[in-house]
């Protein structure tokens, strides 16, 4: 298909329902930021209609998509190619003309990591001349009952992957017969089945990613954990006030540091922005758009 990119750069946001959705408002706000000459619009597509209206996106020739909830798992097969973080999360939610052909992605995983980095412990420096007892492998990242999340963390940035683990806490991997006929795991090192087995790796806990408000039982675990000096902690998905609180007075963790959603969504705003555009927001001022949104 020979797609004719229009003048001027549009994106358009797909979803149903997209009522109350700050996308296009966000977008608009970070391109007069940087001085681009973008558009964006946001349309409610019926949901027997989607392919049609994603179809007539490509044919148009517009720079690129926003994808929202019922049409990010459906946009998978209708792109020409995807990356493997969308491929890994198994929906995409944001899409742009490469050329003659569509690319699409998730950045979730990448603003997850973005969201986190600024306060990650450094690693600490491991003398090779003189091994010492008390060194440490670096603070680690465990994200918490999401293993693709984990992976897609890990894809987004190669250099922190090494410090990104999931627990899949109450889970049994399967197995699968190993070359010499015995049986192995079907897990990668960085995924745990339980917190006796991250404890084995001697590594602390720097930030914790939450798929959803942890159980007692889980809260107990974590709580025993080694934890790096300047803890954190995002909780994925809807949560109230009143919960975060009464999760961070379970855990007993001294000083941990909640990461809220608005923050989350600063980031995954900035991803899309450069996914499309290919430069890089402010966070700050995108954080104050979304915030300005949600008060109306």
Same mark, same amino acid.
């Given at each position: 298909m020979n797609l004719t990119r229009v +003048?001027?750069?549009?994106?358009?946001? +797909?979803? #149903?329902?997209?009522?109350? #959705?700050?996308? /296009? =408002?966000?977008?608009?706000?970070?391109?007069?930021?940087?001085?681009?000459? %973008?558009?964006?619009?946001?349309?409610?597509?019926?949901?027997? /209609? =989607?392919?049609?209206?994603?179809?007539?996106? /490509?044919?148009?020739?517009?720079?690129?998509?926003?994808?929202?909830?019922?049409?990010?798992?459906?946009?998978?097969?209708?792109?020409?190619?995807?990356?493997e973080s969308a491929m890994c999360l198994g929906r995409v939610n944001v899409a742009r003309l490469d050329g003659n052909s %569509?690319?699409?992605d998730n950045t979730f995983g990448l603003a997850i990591v973005n969201c986190i980095l600024p306060i990650l412990e450094p690693p600490r420096t491991v003398s090779t001349e003189r091994p010492d007892a008390s060194d440490h492998p670096p603070p680690c990242i465990l994200v918490v009952g999401a293993n693709e999340v984990a992976k897609s963390m890990r894809l987004a940035n190669e250099e922190l992957s090494e410090r990104i683990f999931s627990l899949q806490s109450g889970t049994e991997f399967e197995s699968k017969r190993a070359d010499d006929g015995s049986l192995s795991p079907s897990k990668a090192p960085w995924e745990l089945a339980s917190v006796d087995e991250f404890v084995q790796t001697n590594r602390q806990v720097d930030s914790v990613v939450l798929s959803e408000i942890p159980s007692a039982a889980l809260i107990r675990q974590l709580s025993t954990l080694p934890w790096s000096s300047t803890p954190s902690c995002l909780i994925l998905g809807t949560s109230s006030e009143k919960q975060i609180r009464l999760w961070k007075e379970a855990i007993k963790v001294p000083n941990l540091k909640h990461i809220d959603s608005v923050d989350l969504m600063a980031h995954q705003a900035a991803a899309d922005f450069q996914f499309w555009t290919g430069l890089s927001p402010m966070i700050e001022p995108i954080r104050d758009s979304l915030e300005e949104y949600m008060q109306w």
């Amino acid at each position: 298909m020979n797609l004719t990119r229009v +003048l001027q750069p549009y994106v358009c946001c +797909l979803g #149903n329902p997209v009522a109350g #959705n700050p996308t /296009q =408002f966000v977008m608009y706000r970070a391109a007069r930021a940087a001085g681009v000459d %973008w558009r964006f619009f946001t349309s409610q597509v019926e949901i027997d /209609q =989607f392919e049609i209206a994603f179809r007539g996106v /490509q044919a148009l020739g517009l720079s690129g998509m926003a994808l929202f909830d019922p049409f990010q798992r459906k946009s998978l097969e209708l792109l020409d190619s995807v990356t493997e973080s969308a491929m890994c999360l198994g929906r995409v939610n944001v899409a742009r003309l490469d050329g003659n052909s %569509w690319l699409g992605d998730n950045t979730f995983g990448l603003a997850i990591v973005n969201c986190i980095l600024p306060i990650l412990e450094p690693p600490r420096t491991v003398s090779t001349e003189r091994p010492d007892a008390s060194d440490h492998p670096p603070p680690c990242i465990l994200v918490v009952g999401a293993n693709e999340v984990a992976k897609s963390m890990r894809l987004a940035n190669e250099e922190l992957s090494e410090r990104i683990f999931s627990l899949q806490s109450g889970t049994e991997f399967e197995s699968k017969r190993a070359d010499d006929g015995s049986l192995s795991p079907s897990k990668a090192p960085w995924e745990l089945a339980s917190v006796d087995e991250f404890v084995q790796t001697n590594r602390q806990v720097d930030s914790v990613v939450l798929s959803e408000i942890p159980s007692a039982a889980l809260i107990r675990q974590l709580s025993t954990l080694p934890w790096s000096s300047t803890p954190s902690c995002l909780i994925l998905g809807t949560s109230s006030e009143k919960q975060i609180r009464l999760w961070k007075e379970a855990i007993k963790v001294p000083n941990l540091k909640h990461i809220d959603s608005v923050d989350l969504m600063a980031h995954q705003a900035a991803a899309d922005f450069q996914f499309w555009t290919g430069l890089s927001p402010m966070i700050e001022p995108i954080r104050d758009s979304l915030e300005e949104y949600m008060q109306w």
